[in-house]
C-alpha cells in the first residue's frame, strides 16, 4: 500500500518508527515470551518501563519535581470531572473559560460539582477570534481558572499563558500538549488525553502542582482522586498498560526527533504551509484571526459545500485520510500533530492546489 497520511483528529497517526517498534516487540516484549500486554503492572520490568515513560515525560517538558505525573484512565472527559471533584471544594467556585466546544463541555460537566462561574471569551464577526487573556474577568477568589489552549474542534489555539495572579491554572491541553515548549510552572494542573501527541486512547496525563493534593470532595470515586493516584504511582487500579507502554515509545522518539523545542519547528512550518495555501486561494478558507489559529487542528471550507464529497473522495485516494470536519462544523479539519510529517502536509498542501484548478 502506498504511503497514507491520516489527518484524524483523534486516535490519530502515531509516528512510524514507533509503530513498527511496537510491532517488533509486540509477541516478546524484552526477551520474556509475553507481549507487553500479557504481563502484570506489578513486575519489575513493567514498573521499569513505566517509570521510564515518566521519567522521559518529565526530562520532555521539564517539569518539576513538586508535580505528580498521573497515568491514568478516563479520557479528556474523565477530567472534566475529576478537576473539580479534586480542586472545588464547598463554599468556593471555580472560573471556566469557554473559547470553543470543548471547554464548553468541561464547563457543563463541572457545573455537576460546584459552583461554576462561566466566562465566554469568543467574539464572532468576520472572523471568530477570542479575547486576550489579560482581559479575561476573573474572579480573584477562585479555587481555579479551567482553560482549553487548543480547541479541537474550533481549531483556535490560545498562544499566551493567562496570568492568573495566584489562582491555580487547569488547562485542558488534549490536543497540543507536547507540540510546543511551555512553562510547566505557570499551571497547576495539566492534563490530556493521549489518543493525540502521546499515544494510542485509553490514557490520560495529569501532570498536578503536589499542594493541591489531598483536598478531593468526599465523594471522590477512588480512581479519580488525584492522591490516590499518586500515593500508588498511579497504579491503584490496573492502569491501561498497553497505552502506557506505546506513550513511552512516543516519548523516546520526540527525544530522538531532538524534543519538543525541535518538534515546535515543524509544526510550525507544517502550520504557516497549510494556512498560506488556504489563505492565497479564494476556494479554500479559515475564519479563525490569525493570532489564534490553531497549529494542531485546521478546520478549513471549500467555497462550493457541494464539492466536499469529491473532495473527501479525490484525497481518500491520494492517502489523504480523515480530513471530513467535525460535525458540528461541517467542512475540512486536518490535524497535523507531531506524529504528521511536514511531507503530509507538502501532499496535501499540493492535493488542495490541484483540486482547485480542477474545479474552478
Ligand atoms: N478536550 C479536548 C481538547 C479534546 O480534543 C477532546 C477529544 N477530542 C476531549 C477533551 C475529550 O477527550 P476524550 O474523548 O478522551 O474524553
Redesign the pocket.
Known sequence: MSVVYNFC??PAMLPAPVMAKAQQEFLNWQGTGSSVMELSHRSGIYIEMAKQAEADLRELMLIPDNYKVLFCH?????QFSAVPLNLLPAGKSADYIISGS?SK?AASEAKKFGDINVIDITKTGENTTVQEPSSWPLNPNAAYVHY?P???VNGIEINEVPETNGVPLVA?M??TILSHEIDVTKFALIYA?A??NIGP?GL?IVIVREDLLGQAQAATPCIMNYKTAADNDSMYNTPPTYAWYLAGLVFQWLKEQGGVSAIEQVNKAKAELLYRVIDESDFYQNHIAPEYRSKMNVPFWLSDDSLNGQFLQEAEEQGLTALKGHRSVGGMRASIYNAMPLAGVIALTEFMKKFEKRVC
Open positions: 483528529a483523534g478516563g479520557g479528556g472527559r474523565g470543548w463541555s482549553c487548543n480547541e479541537t485542558d488534549s490536543s488525553g489518543q493525540k486512547s490520560t
